[in-house]
């Protein structure tokens, strides 16, 4: 290595011996980068915290040149695009009417099954202030970062559906990586089939969707929404539809990060798992009459109340030497 | 420390002539923040051009002294952490740009109207490769190629908006000051 060095700078001067210099320090960097990911993470939210201000400022005027540009393209076919909007709205009016009964629907099933709620998701609203579709990496950056609670690995959504997931965070800035990032691998859940799947971005604007588990039929047209296997995605956030067949499946995503203004950054946890139904301390091991006396925790209990009320056969329990409370299902009203 | 003193020193004596010398750094600079904004007047068709790197390939050719290889892996890195790609990709391919720049530096300068385009284009591909290359070997898989030919055609394509002001910031700020030393 030194002999190249020396090779490439002898009589070339100290300039050639500086660059030789700083083109091994370039790919130091780039190995030290993969290596030691969070150093320039942070090196990163640092620069986007500092630069924010100055991104947010320069942004308003180029945004008001390339919507002018972009209006000129309209001015030809706005009346037609006015007659299909008001076509579409009538149609999504329709839409929604359905979509209000089904919720109400849901609502009353949900009530008789005592179904345990789905957490309502906090969320943030972001503006977005840079914005990066390179050849090696598919970025957004939002002007919200740590100071106004934004994690890294949470998940970004525009109006149309999900965007991708937070990868650093600044102190006032964070940075998003986009489903179509070679990075980026989510996992999915494809309907009506419920197949599972993990969506796999390869920086074209379609990524590409790995079968995983199950062997329902997946064809063009279906739905993909995201799960929240594994803890990282809220569930049920609409992903895109299938498109593609063969080998090659892939998805047209719903969102639209190129003309998104602002993004919803959701704080998604996983529900706390409910604490094991353990002996009381004090509580003497008796039989399954004493057990429904005892009050389970409200969290157990919510979960438990939709067990079945009929056909339970308890002889076999009352041969056992019972240590925990049992909820036979037969007085659901003594259960509680 | 030597040329810090220095520095510090042509700051407090001539101020004005130590800024316009910055000049070319500090552009370049400004325009890594302007090839980052979220807003594309492509209508999303090209990727972002690397408008930093027609920056250097231009003051490299006018001004080679204002454009030292420390300054052009600073401009680099700083592109990589803006884009939000892996650090030192871009700092290792604007270098082999202005390598291949500095050697060749009589030719290039040498083109006019479509000449100096195509020089241009060569010291982008230049500077794409060696990003790719790496890139290749820190993932250890082949990147998808076509968006990287694309941001390469779309940087060739604003070379032209970027070497006009910066000829007329060399003509009437750098040049000035050059003159009056």
Same mark, same amino acid.
């Given at each position: 290595?030194?002999?190249f060095v ?8 100290a300039?050639?011996?500086s ?10 960097i780039?190995?030290l ?12 939210a640092?620069?986007?915290d ?7 400022? #320069? ?7 390339e919507?002018?540009?972009?209006n ?5 076919t ?12 009538a149609?999504l009016h ?13 609502q009353?099933?949900e009530?008789?099954?005592?179904a345990v709620?789905? $957490? ?13 579709n390179r $050849?090696?990496?598919?970025? #957004? ?20 559906g999900?965007l ?5 965070s600044?102190?006032?800035?964070s ?8 990075n980026s691998k989510?996992p ?6 419920h ?12 990524p590409?969707?790995?079968l995983?588990v199950?062997d329902?039929?997946?064809k063009?047209?279906d739905?993909?929404?995201s799960?929240?296997d594994g803890g990282?995605?809220p569930?049920d956030?609409s ?14 995503l ?6 998104a ?22 509580t003497?091991?008796?039989g399954?009459?004493a057990?429904?006396d005892?009050?389970? $925790? ?6 438990v109340?939709?067990k079945?009320t ?6 076999p ?6 240590t925990? $409370?049992q909820?036979d299902?037969q007085?659901e009203?003594?259960?509680? | 420390?030597?040329s810090a003193v220095?520095m510090l020193?042509?700051?407090?004596t001539?101020p ?11 552009? =370049?600079l ?18 972002a051009?690397?408008? =930093? ?7 490299v050719?006018?001004r080679?002294?204002l ?13 990589d952490l ?5 650090p030192?990709?871009?700092a /290792?391919?604007?270098? /082999? ?6 050697r ?5 300068a040498?083109? /006019?109207?479509?000449?100096a385009?195509?020089g241009?284009?060569g /010291?982008?591909?230049?500077?794409g490769?060696?990003a790719?290359?790496? =890139? ?13 030919l ?21 003509r009437?700020i750098?040049g ?6």
């Open positions: 290595m030194a002999g020396w090779r490439l700078t002898r009589g070339r001067g300039k050639q011996f660059l030789a210099v700083c083109g091994v320090l370039a790919v130091v780039a190995f980068g993969k290596a030691e990911a969070s150093i320039f993470d942070n090196a990163r640092t620069l986007s500092w630069t924010g201000p100055g991104l947010t400022e #320069l942004r308003a005027p180029l945004l008001a040149v919507q002018w540009i972009d000129i393209g309209t001015i030809f706005v009346y037609r695009e006015n007659i299909q909007l008001r076509q579409e709205n149609e329709k839409w929604q009417n359905v979509a209000l009964a089904l919720e109400n629907r849901m009353r099933y009530l008789l099954l005592h709620p789905d $957490p309502r998701l906090a969320s943030i609203t972001a503006r977005i202030i840079g914005e990066s $050849p090696f990496i598919k970025t #957004l950056i939002l002007n919200a970062g740590t100071a106004q609670q934004v994690k890294k690995g949470e998940a970004v959504v525009d109006d149309r999900l991708g997931r937070i990868y650093v600044g102190e006032r800035t940075w998003v990586i986009l489903l179509t990032d070679m989510v999915v859940v494809i309907e009506p089939s197949r599972r799947a993990i969506l796999t971005g390869d920086n074209t604007p379609s590409r969707l790995e995983d199950g329902g039929p997946i063009a047209g739905r993909v929404i799960t929240a990282l995605l569930p956030v992903v895109g539809v299938v498109m593609g067949k063969g080998d090659d499946i892939r998805v047209a719903s969102a639209r990060p190129d003309t203004d602002f993004v919803h950054v959701i704080d998604y946890h996983i529900p706390e798992p409910p604490p094991a139904i353990g002996p009381v301390a004090g003497p091991a008796v399954p009459a057990a429904r005892a009050t389970p $925790p409200a969290a157990v209990a919510a979960i109340a939709p079945p009929t056909q339970v056969n308890t002889a329990l009352q041969s056992q030497n019972l925990e $409370p909820f299902g007085n009203e003594q259960d509680r | 420390m030597t220095d020193e042509r700051l407090l001539h004005l002539r130590f800024l316009s010398s910055a000049l070319p750094v500090g552009l =370049a400004l325009l890594v923040l302007l090839a980052n904004l979220p807003v594309s007047f492509t209508g999303g068709v090209l990727p051009p690397v408008l =930093a790197l027609a920056a250097v390939y231009f003051w050719l006018v080679p002294d454009v030292p290889p420390f300054a052009v892996l600073m401009i680099g890195l700083m592109e803006l884009s939000g790609g892996p030192g990709l871009w /290792a391919g604007f270098l /082999a740009a202005y390598a291949l720049t500095d060749q530096r009589e030719t290039f040498g083109l /006019a109207g479509a000449g385009l195509l241009f284009a /010291a982008m591909l230049l500077a490769a060696t790719y290359v790496l =890139a290749m070997i820190i993932y250890v898989r082949f990147p998808p190629l076509p968006p990287l694309l941001e390469s055609v779309s940087t060739v394509l604003f070379y032209p908006l970027i070497a006009f002001p910066m000829g007329w910031v060399h009437k750098v000035q000051m050059r003159g009056g030393e």
